[in-house]
C-alpha cells in the first residue's frame, strides 16, 4: 500500500481532508486516522494582539492566559486537576492577528476532553485571583526580558517598522498596561474575538465525521455568528536604512533586520519564497550562512525568512556577533542582500531551492499536531484543501526570470532597518 | 476530497498501529562491526528519521579541553575527501531533507529527517564521515570563532545562564558535569585542529556508535543497508572506555547569589545531586521521576498549588527529574517569586513544603494523577518519530536497553506511595544541593 508512495510524488493529500459543517453551522477540516490512539484539535480565530484597546495592551494575551484557569463550576484548581486526571493538553495563545487554541486528547477521554474544552470556550470564569496570578506571570515575563537582547532587538525594530500602528505595541503588553486590565475587559474582549466567522478548526486522529460534528457544536455551537473586529490598516516596513541602536552592556551585538516582504496572495509569493531560501532561508545552504558564518566565523546563527503579518508582508532576520564585528557582519548582511538583488541567483541555486521547497513539504505533516496546524494556517490564508496538492507545483512553476523579479523587488537596494542590541562597533 | 481514511501518504496515518514503548515492533540490531540499530516502525509517513548517536559527550572532554566533543560536533559537517564540505549538506537539502546534530554531556548525535527512499544515501555519506573527516587549519579557525559566538549568544549574554553555568560548577566539585557542554571561554580559545583529531579517533569508531532509523522501514531491510555502509568500518576490536572522576559524597550545602543590572525579574532554582536511571537502585528513578511530577510537574502539582495558589509567595514553580545520564543526575526544582517576595523568604517556603511533605503520607490522588499524566505522555510521544528517535538514542547512550524504554509505563505504574516519600527523604537532602539567586544589582547591594 505504501510502496509507490514518495516523498516526490505523493498521492493526493487534499482527498484526505474531510470537511465537515455542523448543523450549527461549525465548520471544520478533519483528517481521520487510527494509527496512534489520540486526537488532536487545533483552532484559530482572528484578531490578536492587534485588538488590544490603547492603553490596554496585553488584554488578547491575558485572554488566552485565563482561558484555562477556571471555568463553569471548577475553579482553577479544580480545572488543572481534571485536566491532569484526564491527562489532556489543552493551552491558548495569542498572537498579534489571532488567538489559537489546542487540544491533545487520548482518543478513550474523547468525550470528557471536549467537555472540558467546552468549559474553556464558553463559561470561563475569570476569577479576581486566576486575574491576578496570569497577570503576575505575564509581568514575570516582561521583567525577565527587560534585559534580554532578543526582546530588546524586537522592541526596537517593531517601533521603527510600524510607527503608530497597532503592530508597534507589545503583543504581553506592558507593566503599566496589564495593571489597568479589568473582568470586564476581558468579557469584553471574548465577545469580540470569539465568534463564528472568525473562526477555522482542523482535527487529525482517532474520531469519525458524526462524533466529531456531535462535539464541536456542543463546543463552540453557542459562539455568536459575528465578532467585533476593529480594522486594522495595512502598512509597510518603515525606515529602511535606519540603525536602532539600543545600548547593553554584552560582549555580543544581537540585530534584527527587515525589509518589506510579497503578500501570500501576490503573484510573485512563491517566487520569494524560492528567493528568500537562497538568501537565508536554508540552513546550511544560505548564502548568509555561508558568507557571515561559513566563511567568516562571524555569528553563530544568521538567517532571514518570509514573514507575514495579516496587514504586512516582510522579510526579517537576525543575526549575533561580537560587537568588534557587528559592522562588518551588517555590511556583509547588506552586500548580500545587494547582491541577489542585482544578479539575481544562479539556475543552479534557483533548482536546488525548488528540489528542498518542495522535498521537504512532507516534514511538515509528520505529527498529528503539525498536520493540524497546516490545516488551520491554509483555511486562514483563504485555500481550499486542494492547496495542499497545488503547493509544490506552485513552487516548481518558478522560473529563473521570476526569481530574479521577486529578489529585486523583495530587496531593492540591499538596504535593511536593524535594531542592535549591545555595544556594536563599525555602525551608526 | 473524500472520505477516504486510510492511504499511507503523508498527511493520512495508515490503518497499521504505530510503534511505541510498550508496544511490540521496535527492534534491537548489531552489526559484525559492533554498531549497534535500533529500529522504530512508523507506517504513517513516507518520511524516515536517521540518526547517529556516539556515546561519548561533553563530559568526556579531556581535562583541559573543555568543548571539544561540541567543538568537534560542528567540524564534522567540514567534509572528507569523498564528499567535501558542504556535499553532505548540500545533498540533503536537493533531497529535501532537514539536519542537525547536537552534544549532551553524555552522547553527540547526528541526525537527518528525509523521504524513505533516500534513507540507503544518508547512511553512505553519514558512514563516511564517521572515519574520513578531513580538517585543515583554514575551516577549524573560522569554526572556532563561530562556537565562541554561540557562547556569548548562550551565556555571555544572558545573567540566568552565566547563574546557570555557576550552580552546576558548584553541584559537581570533581565529576565533569560540572563544565559546560559547550566549554570554558578560555579553553575553547585554545582548541586546535588536533585536538579535535585525536578526540574524532578515539570516539568515532563503530563500536561506539548507535544507529537509529524511525519511519516506514523494517528492521532487516535497515540492517542490510546499514551493513553495506556502516558496516563496511572496519571494528577496532573494543568500544572506548568512558572513565570519569566520580562525585565524593556532598557534606555541605550551597548557595550561590548572582546580581546582575541586567536582571529586573529575581528567580531561585536549586538542584540535587541524585541517581539517574542508570545508576540507581532498581525502581528508584522511576519514584524520583514520579516525585518531580507530583512536586512541580505543572499547576496541579504541589510546589505549585501552594507556593503560587494558596501563598501567592510565587507566580511559578516546577520541578524536573534529569534521569537520563550515565552517572549521577541532577533534580531541579526552581521559582519565580511573585513582587515584592524576597527569595530568601520563598527559599525558607520551600523548605516549609519540602519538609511536610516528605513527613506526611502522599495523597493516592496525587499519586494516581502523576501516574496517569506520565504514562498517557508515553503515548503522546508516539505521534512523533523523531521524539521516539530520541528518547531510544538518550536511553542507548547513557548505558540503558530497549526494554528499559518500552516497559517505562509499567514500572511508573508501578511506584508506590512509599517509595515516592522514600526518594524524597533520601535525596532531597538539602547537603545534596546547591541554591542559586537570580538577582538585581540594587537589591543586593542594599
Given amino acids: ?428 | 476530497m473524500s472520505t477516504q481514511t486510510s492511504a499511507a501518504i503523508a498527511l493520512t496515518p495508515g490503518a497499521t498501529a504505530a510503534p511505541a514503548p510498550g508496544a511490540p515492533g521496535v527492534a534491537h540490531l548489531k552489526l559484525d562491526n559492533g554498531m549497534e540499530i535500533v529500529v522504530i516502525p512508523d507506517p504513517r509517513t513516507p518520511v524516515v528519521t536517521h540518526m547517529v548517536w556516539y556515546k561519548n559527550g561533553s563530559a568526556d572532554d579531556p581535562l583541559g579541553k573543555s568543548g571539544i566533543a561540541h567543538f568537534l560536533e560542528h567540524l564534522m559537517f567540514k567534509g572528507t575527501k569523498e564528499n567535501p564540505q558542504g556535499a553532505f549538506s548540500n545533498l540533503v537539502a536537493e533531497l529535501g531533507g532537514q539536519e542537525n546534530a547536537f552534544t549532551g554531556y553524555d552522547y553527540t548525535a547526528y541526525f537527518q529527517r528525509i523521504g524513505k527512499e533516500h534513507l540507503a544515501t544518508l547512511m553512505r555519506f553519514e558512514a563516511d564521515r564517521m572515519t574520513n573527516l578531513l580538517l585543515n587549519d583554514d575551516v577549524v579557525g573560522p569554526e572556532r570563532e563561530v562556537v565562541l559566538e554561540e557562547r556569548r549568544m548562550r551565556v555571555d549574554n544572558d545573567p540566568s545562564a552565566q547563574l546557570d553555568e555557576t550552580l552546576q560548577a558548584v553541584l559537581f566539585a570533581h565529576h565533569p558535569y560540572g563544565t559546560p557542554i559547550i566549554g570554558w571561554n578560555h579553553e575553547i580559545e585554545e582548541l586546535s585542529r588536533e585536538d579535535a583529531l585525536a578526540y574524532y579517533t578515539r570516539f568515532y569508531t563503530p563500536e561506539n556508535a548507535i544507529l537509529i532509523v524511525a519511519g516506514d522501514v523494517d528492521a532487516q531491510t535497515v540492517k542490510a543497508l546499514a551493513a553495506q555502509t556502516y558496516g563496511k568500518i572496519p571494528a577496532r576490536a573494543q568500544a572506548p572506555t568512558r572513565r570519569r572522576p566520580q562525585e565524593p559524597p556532598p557534606r555541605a550545602e550551597r548557595l550561590v547569589t548572582l546580581t546582575d543590572e541586567k536582571v529586573e525579574q529575581p528567580s531561585h532554582e536549586r538542584i540535587f545531586v541524585v541517581p539517574s536511571y542508570t545508576t540507581a537502585a532498581p525502581g528508584e528513578a522511576e519514584a524520583l521521576d514520579v516525585l518531580a511530577h507530583i512536586l512541580g510537574g505543572g499547576p496541579a502539582s504541589v510546589l505549585y498549588e501552594t507556593l503560587v495558589g494558596e501563598e501567592k509567595l510565587a507566580v511559578a514553580v516546577g520541578a524536573y527529574y534529569m534521569g537520563t545520564a550515565l552517572d549521577d543526575t541532577r533534580f531541579y526544582i526552581f521559582a519565580t517569586p511573585a513582587d515584592g517576595v524576597e527569595l530568601k523568604d520563598l527559599d525558607i517556603a520551600l523548605d516549609r513544603v519540602l519538609d511536610k511533605f516528605v513527613g506526611a503520607q502522599l495523597n493516592e490522588e496525587d499519586l494516581q494523577r502523576a501516574k496517569t499524566r506520565m504514562i498517557a505522555d508515553a503515548v503522546y510521544a508516539r505521534d512523533s518519530q523523531v521524539s521516539l528517535a530520541r528518547w531510544y538514542g538518550e536511553s542507548l547512550a547513557t548505558g540503558l536497553g530497549v526494554a528499559d524504554v518500552t516497559d517505562w509505563p509499567d514500572r511508573i505504574d508501578a511506584v508506590t506511595d512509599a517509595s515516592v516519600i522514600g526518594a524524597a527523604r533520601k535525596w532531597l537532602d538539602k547537603k545534596r544541593s546547591v541554591t542559586g539567586f537570580l538577582l538585581p544589582k540594587e537589591t543586593a547591594d542594599a
Avoid at chain 1, 456542543?218 to 459575528?226: H, N
Avoid at chain 1, 536604512?241 to 510573485?268: E, N, W, Y
Avoid at chain 1, 484543501?385 to 529563473?400: H, M, Q
Fill in chain 1, 1 to 428: 500500500m505504501t510502496a509507490h508512495n514518495t516523498l516526490a510524488t505523493p498521492k493526493s493529500r487534499a482527498e484526505n481532508v474531510q470537511r465537515i459543517v455542523t448543523p450549527e453551522g461549525v465548520e471544520a477540516w478533519l483528517v481521520e486516522s487510527y494509527a496512534v490512539p489520540l486526537v488532536a484539535l487545533e483552532f484559530s480565530v482572528r484578531g490578536g494582539a492587534a485588538q488590544d484597546p490603547d492603553g490596554k495592551e496585553g488584554l488578547a494575551t491575558l485572554l488566552a492566559g485565563l482561558l484555562d484557569e477556571g471555568a463553569g463550576s471548577l475553579d482553577s484548581r479544580a480545572f488543572h486537576r481534571a485536566v491532569e486526571d484526564l491527562a489532556v493538553h489543552i493551552g491558548f495563545g495569542a498572537e498579534r492577528d489571532s488567538l489559537s487554541g489546542h487540544l491533545q486528547t487520548l482518543s478513550r477521554n474523547v468525550d470528557q476532553a471536549f467537555a472540558l474544552f467546552k468549559l474553556t470556550l464558553n463559561d470561563a470564569r475569570f476569577d479576581a485571583d486566576a486575574i491576578d496570578r496570569v497577570r503576575g506571570q505575564l509581568a514575570a515575563g516582561i521583567k525577565r526580558d527587560a534585559n534580554d537582547p532578543d526582546a530588546m532587538v524586537a522592541k526596537a525594530f517593531r517601533e521603527a517598522a510600524f510607527p503608530g500602528h497597532p503592530y508597534s505595541r507589545a503583543a504581553r503588553g506592558e507593566l503599566e498596561t496589564l495593571e489597568r486590565l479589568t473582568r470586564s475587559d476581558l468579557e469584553t474582549m471574548r465577545g469580540r474575538l470569539f465568534a463564528r466567522e472568525n473562526l477555522k478548526i482542523a482535527v487529525v486522529g482517532a474520531i469519525d465525521a458524526a462524533t466529531l460534528t456531535a462535539r464541536l457544536d456542543e463546543a463552540f455551537g453557542g459562539w455568536s455568528l459575528r465578532g467585533d473586529l476593529a480594522p486594522v490598516s495595512d502598512i509597510a516596513v518603515h525606515d529602511i536604512g535606519a540603525r536602532k541602536i539600543v545600548d547593553l552592556d554584552v560582549p555580543q551585538s544581537t540585530m534584527r533586520f527587515g525589509r518589506p516582504g510579497v503578500a501570500k496572495k501576490d503573484s510573485d509569493y512563491f517566487a520569494a519564497v524560492v528567493v528568500n531560501h537562497i538568501l537565508g532561508g536554508g540552513v546550511f545552504t544560505a548564502r548568509l550562512f555561508n558568507e557571515v558564518r561559513e566563511k567568516r566565523g562571524l555569528a553563530y546563527s544568521v538567517y532571514s525568512q518570509l514573514h507575514e503579518f495579516d496587514h504586512c508582508p516582510m522579510l526579517v532576520g537576525g543575526a549575533a556577533t561580537k560587537n568588534e564585528r557587528a559592522g562588518e557582519t551588517l555590511d556583509v548582511l547588506e552586500e548580500q542582500c545587494r547582491l541577489l538583488s542585482t544578479d539575481g541567483p544562479s539556475l543552479d541555486e534557483l533548482e536546488k531551492a525548488k528540489k528542498f521547497l518542495t522535498g521537504s513539504y512532507a516534514l511538515r505533516f509528520d505529527t498529528s499536531t503539525k498536520i493540524a496546524g497546516q490545516l488551520v494556517n491554509i483555511q486562514r490564508d483563504g485555500l481550499e484543501p486542494s492547496y495542499l496538492d497545488e503547493r509544490n507545483a506552485k513552487i516548481d512553476a518558478v522560473t529563473l526570470e521570476d526569481a530574479r523579479r521577486a529578489a529585486r523587488r523583495l530587496l531593492g537596494d540591499g538596504k535593511v532597518l536593524v535594531a542592535v542590541a549591545g555595544r556594536p562597533q563599525g555602525i551608526s
